[in-house]
């Protein structure tokens, strides 16, 4: 390794080890799981469907900075993984209505505890004299 002049180390130099990753192997089931509600907006689709079914128009205004396109597309994906479904109610005009299936519901609690680490996340931000870096974290973790 070289050094500019007046940067050389005192004393013995020491090389550190190189670490291997640690990141999930792409089959293990965190990957699979994220996969599943990774996407963005994804979570908060799920967290509105949890209290019961909702359709399109309520998820909008649950949900009012996700676009319409990409609020449509998510809900499709989310019916093509089998997390929602899809109801078309027979009306005048005909609506949709979109709801969790029991695997949609088994990510409630994952959920949850993503919303509950960004609430805390959300109240140290909140405390004088805490490091900042904090505050940025919390905008997108707000579920409820």
């Avoid at 050094?3 to 190189?18: D, E």
């Avoid at 909702?54 to 996700?66: A, K």
């Avoid at 609430?119 to 004088?128: G, H, M």
Wanted: net charge positive.
């Amino acid at each position: 390794m070289e050094y500019l002049p007046g940067n050389q180390p005192k004393g013995p130099t020491m090389t550190l080890k190189r670490r291997k990753n640690r990141t999930p192997h792409p089959m293990c089931p965190l990957s699979d799981c994220m996969a599943f509600i990774g996407g963005a907006w994804t979570p908060n689709i799920i967290w509105y469907l949890s209290s019961g079914p909702r359709r399109f128009s309520e998820l909008r205004g649950d949900i009012p900075l996700v676009s319409a396109k990409v609020l449509t597309q998510r809900l499709r994906e989310l019916e093509d993984r089998g997390i929602l479904t899809r109801t078309v109610m027979e009306t005048s005009p005909p609506s949709v209505e979109y709801a969790l299936t029991e695997l949609g519901v088994e990510f409630m609690p994952v959920i949850r505890a993503i919303s509950e680490v960004g609430q805390r996340l959300k109240s140290r931000a909140s405390v004088p004299n805490h490091r900042q870096g904090m505050s940025g974290l919390t905008s997108s973790l707000e579920l409820g």
